[in-house]
């Protein structure tokens, strides 16, 4: 295997598990609420490299967060990985319904109508008290086929592994026809319609890739937090959230988001810590800071670092 | 001896509102023909081109290809079925280069089935992509953005693109549009060599009789929605009704400095 991207996300995502063992608690935390965020950041990559931004993702991230809340509330279900595959399940459907909506709308029609979906959610979590309303509900530790270990370490190997199956799976997806469509949908729909493929369709399964993984990261944040609530996790400003570091990572791999994920996490933490009043001001600054200094996002910097070892 | 037309169109209409820009077009289209379609502007050449490969839905009349009726089908399914079409303002990926716009459209044109997962960057897409580089003489541009390209070398990308899914039929819509007076016959020579060596039937709109002269064997003059004119060029340009309606117009274009 010679792929730079690959070897890269083993060696990133491999030192980053086995040292989640010996750094302190606080930090390993860190890296795993970043790193299960990352998971939607990818999802998003895939769709902005289409040339679409989707407002609404924490649709996804609350569909996947609330199955597994109540999949251990309601049937018992301690099992990560069980609650990981019904998340994704659940947001799969979802993704496939609602992108045969979405797909033939662009542009900020295709951003609102993101977010009009996810408000839906979010109103009817709120006003809906078998579901948690404003409060939402505990989650219990999660299990590991029978095991329960203690502490968090268990989870955060879960969480690196799935990264990395999922970033090479969707690298490899980005190096595909189906992957290249990508580029060519955002660029020319007519041509591509003239070469015999329908850009509904090429949209749809982005979308739909998308939404599971979102709904994966959604998954592994309530278990890594053991608490679902529909403010931080559907409400647009989660949406605006995962955007915000997906303008942060750049589109330019799919190793980017784990990086843009951890530095927001670290910055989101002093931020409020340093000030918290203002800590918002310094998170809005520093996006700011990159939209005009670094287009390509953090990741354009590694890959003038990368470029000239060459 | 008579043989079956390939491309059969028959009382094709389409009006927007109260305004026919196609009115009752009748065309049978024979395997291996150049037909070079003409009119003014506003004639319904483009409409006509539009409906045939699924751009437009005609409003009523029936359009068959290999006797299949395709009437109405979207585009993917029209090229699916053997017609592929350029466009006056050259579709092509704009941020990518020369090479990876014809790998792209390879890749996408072999694309059935799982095909779809296979990675891009494939020794045979590799090889057909270096030799299409070469039989439309754009091999020097192959790094180059498509955006930074010229309107002559696009023209030949887009058409090499457009015949990456072995069409049956191309329709061209004004292939030398853009084109300046000099390079106009050598693009058009070497997109001819190219289709002719495939064996496509070529339709193409041209506003230059110099071009539809030298390269057609039959012209389809169009006036206010209706086909005028359907004969061999020596006899449709010296065709009174597309002298008035077509040439003289073309004339007034030229000394307006259209």
């Known amino acids: 295997m010679r ?46 490299r ?61 951003a609102m109508l993101s977010l009009a979906f996810s408000m839906v959610l979010y109103g009817i979590l709120v006003k809906t008290e078998a579901l948690g309303s404003t409060d939402g509900f505990p989650v219990s530790a999660p299990t590991f086929m029978g095991a329960a270990p203690e502490g968090k370490y268990y989870l955060f190997v879960l969480i690196c592994v799935v990264g990395w199956v999922s970033a090479v799976l969707v690298h490899s997806y980005l190096q595909s026809t189906l992957g290249r469509l990508t580029t060519a949908v955002r660029d020319n729909e007519i041509r591509v319609e003239y070469l015999g493929y329908s850009v509904a369709r090429a949209i749809h399964i982005k979308y739909v890739i998308s939404a599971v993984l979102t709904g994966a990261a959604g998954a592994l944040t309530a278990m890594a937090l053991g608490q679902v609530d529909p403010d931080s996790m559907v409400n647009w400003t989660a949406s605006g959230e995962l955007v915000f570091v997906t303008i942060l990572s750049g589109p330019g791999s799919v190793a980017a988001p784990f990086i843009g994920s951890l530095i927001f996490e670290l910055l989101r933490t002093y931020a409020s810590e340093w000030a918290p009043h203002a800590w918002q001001m310094i998170v809005g600054g520093t996006l700011l800071a990159v939209i005009f200094f670094l287009p390509g996002g953090l990741w354009s910097i590694a890959a003038r670092a990368l470029r000239g070892r060459k | 001896m008579t043989t079956t037309p390939i491309l059969q169109v028959k009382n094709l209409q389409k009006s927007f509102g109260a305004v026919i820009a196609a009115k009752d077009i009748c065309i049978d289209v024979s395997a291996g023909e150049v037909i070079g379609i003409i009119g ?49 303002v050259s579709q ?167």
């Open chain 2, 92 to 258: 092509v990926f704009t941020t990518m280069t020369v090479y990876d716009n014809l790998l792209t459209a390879l890749a996408i044109a072999d694309s059935a089935g799982l095909n779809a997962l296979l990675p891009i960057k494939r020794p045979e897409l590799q090889q057909r992509c270096e030799e299409t580089l070469a039989r439309y003489h754009i091999s020097e541009h192959r790094d180059s953005e498509a955006s930074t390209l010229s309107q002559g070398v696009r023209k030949l990308l887009d058409i090499a693109m457009a015949m990456v899914s072995k069409p049956r039929i191309l329709l061209l819509d004004e292939p030398t549009s853009g084109v300046s007076a000099e390079e106009k016959f050598d693009i058009m020579d070497i997109i001819m060599d190219a289709l002719k060596a495939d064996k496509v039937t070529v339709l193409f709109i041209e506003h230059d009789m110099e071009i539809i002269e030298r390269y057609v064997s039959r012209v389809i003059a169009f006036y206010q929605g209706e086909v005028i004119c359907d004969e061999p060029p020596e006899q449709a340009l010296v065709d009174p009704k597309v002298r008035e309606f077509v040439i003289g117009t073309e004339h007034h274009r030229e000394t307006q400095g259209a």
């Open chain 1, 3 to 48: 792929d730079r991207t690959v070897i890269g996300l083993t060696l990133g995502l491999g030192i980053c598990a086995i040292g989640g063992y010996f750094v302190p608690d606080w930090f390993m935390n860190q890296m795993m609420f970043g790193f299960a965020r990352a998971l939607a950041i990818i999802g998003l990559l895939v769709l902005w």
């Open chain 2, 40 to 88: 003014a502007n506003g004639a319904g050449k483009t409409t006509f081109v539009n409906m045939v490969t699924g751009y437009l839905k005609p409003s009523s009349g029936t359009i068959e290809f290999e006797g299949r009726d395709i009437t109405g089908k979207p585009p993917r399914l029209v090229t699916q079925a053997g017609i592929s079409r350029s466009f006056q």
């Open chain 1, 50 to 110: 289409t040339g679409l931004v989707s407002f609404g993702h924490a649709l996804y991230f609350g569909l996947g967060a609330y199955t597994v809340a109540l999949m251990d509330i309601n049937l018992g279900v301690t099992d990560a990985f069980v609650r990981l595959a019904g998340a994704m399940l659940v947001t799969g459907i979802i993704g496939v319904l609602l992108g045969y909506i979405l797909r033939n709308y662009r542009d900020i029609f295709f």
